[in-house]
């Protein structure tokens, strides 16, 4: 019987990867075992913050099917308006955008809790003549923001004040030079920063990450809108010129929400099967990690939307045993640190992951949160620098678990809930509408 949680008071890309490679049996025909739970995933939220930033700036009317409908997709949104662009609403079966130019903002642009939001529209904006003010909520101000606002500065962006490292900070944008730069961390947002900062400001662009590759949905956009994006001796250049026309686009299901839900069908013993998900090579480090834990996924592919491939994730019971998550997987998977830790508790051994200090600048601390969350609900865990290190257990998770108000920690620690006689308690559960609005209701179908 599976635990209980309850909730405290208080044109081209020319590195595109093969597609095919992710139609795999890894179990065999195991769905015929037992019932088997059917979820459909909201909207990927990184792919919906950028296709509605792309129509926004693309000649004509686009229309985006399946975008998430969450909090920080409306922060997006809602810098959009600010800005004049017609942006219809969110939650929608379609929602409608008119591409035009940027007016300068009456209001201060807020951001909200997303990052995605303010380092992108930092990007947008960084072409625009006019100066605006961005913020955030009080976890978005403790980000760091020098990452993409040094350079945007060195391509003539002018900042108040000067290359600030926190929001808030005003922003003045163009005529922008080309760049050069190599990122300080391998980072989708601020590598999709730069990009749509020569995008907007067309110069040339060229980035390198320095530990493997982040998340391409941006490269994989571009190049089937038909800018000229390519990879060349490790660097990602992009070329301007091509004018964005408006696009139709179906949303994939967000990878990163399904990754919580298989694990907690892993930690509860029970079979998962995830339709409609996007099963972009770079966003399924997590299923890797999981696979040489023992276990048993299959993927199918089913189409490709502007780039992106989506299809089915089935996930049967598996015994689980611990692996060695290395740095340069980390990029991959940065987002599902927290319940690979958690199926990690349920595993036989110790699991290590390694370079995974970025996590002390997401919405928490959430490196020393995971590691301080599982020593409370009972098992060994560590993080010391930049390795966090989790011994598993077959005992019942038993405890109040803090989240700071964080997204991904309230999903992870609600899963592992689900193990056998669990009884484990959140301080929180309204963080989740980040990312993940019915969170709760999905993960009641799998385990209840």
Not at 118 to 146: N, Q, V, Y
Not at 226 to 252: I, K, N, S, T, Y
Not at 309 to 336: F, K, M, W
Request: aromatic share 4%.
């Amino acid at each position: 019987m599976a635990g209980r949680v309850t909730f405290a008071k208080a044109p081209c890309y020319t590195k595109a990867l093969s597609f095919n490679s992710l139609a795999r049996r890894s179990g065999g025909a195991y769905r015929t075992q037992s019932p088997t739970m059917q979820i459909i995933v909201p909207g990927d939220k990184s792919i919906t913050h950028r296709v509605l930033m792309l129509a926004a700036i693309a000649s004509g009317r686009s229309e985006i099917r399946g975008g998430l409908a969450a909090h920080d997709t409306r922060s997006t949104a809602r810098v959009l308006r600010r800005l004049g662009v017609p942006v219809g609403r969110l939650g929608s079966r379609s929602v409608a955008v008119a591409g035009r130019r940027f007016r300068a903002p009456s209001v201060t642009l807020d951001c909200g809790n997303s990052g995605t939001t303010a380092r992108l529209m930092a990007g947008l904006l960084s072409a625009s003549r006019f100066w605006s003010r961005l913020t955030g909520d009080r976890s978005l101000r403790r980000r760091p923001m020098r990452r993409i606002t040094e350079p945007l500065e060195a391509m003539g962006a002018r900042f108040a004040p000067e290359a600030p490292d926190r929001l808030p900070f005003a922003i003045r944008g163009g005529p922008l030079e080309p760049i050069r730069w190599a990122l300080p961390v391998s980072s989708a947002q601020l590598k999709t920063g730069l990009l749509f900062a020569g995008l907007a400001g067309e110069v040339p662009v060229a980035v390198r990450e320095p530990n493997g590759q982040s998340r391409d949905h941006t490269e994989r956009l571009l190049g089937a809108l038909g800018v000229v994006v390519e990879e060349r001796d490790g660097w990602l250049e992009l070329q301007p010129g091509a004018r964005l026309r408006a696009f139709d686009v179906a949303v994939p299901g967000d990878a990163s929400s399904a990754a919580f839900l298989i694990g907690a069908g892993l930690i509860a013993g029970r079979p998962v099967t995830v339709e409609g998900v996007g099963l972009n090579p770079t966003r399924l480090g997590f299923v890797a990690v999981l696979e040489r834990m023992g276990a048993r996924i299959e993927i199918e592919t089913a189409r490709i939307e502007l780039g992106e491939p989506l299809g089915t994730i089935h996930v049967a019971p598996s015994e689980l045993r611990a692996t060695e998550v290395e740095a340069n997987e980390i990029p991959g998977l940065i987002d599902e640190v927290p319940i690979l830790a958690a199926v990690a508790a349920r595993a036989e051994g110790t699991t290590r992951f390694a370079e995974v200090g970025e996590l002390r600048v997401k919405e928490s601390d959430r490196l020393a949160l995971v590691a301080r969350n599982l020593a409370t609900l009972g098992y060994r865990a560590t993080a010391e620098e930049n390795i966090l290190s989790v011994t598993g257990s077959d005992h019942a998770p038993t405890g109040l678990v803090t989240t700071d108000g964080d997204h991904r920690l309230a999903m992870a620690f609600a899963a592992l809930g689900r193990a056998p006689r669990a009884r484990v308690r959140l301080d929180e559960r309204t963080s989740v509408a980040v990312s993940f609005p019915g969170f709760f209701s999905a993960l009641d179908r799998i385990t209840r």
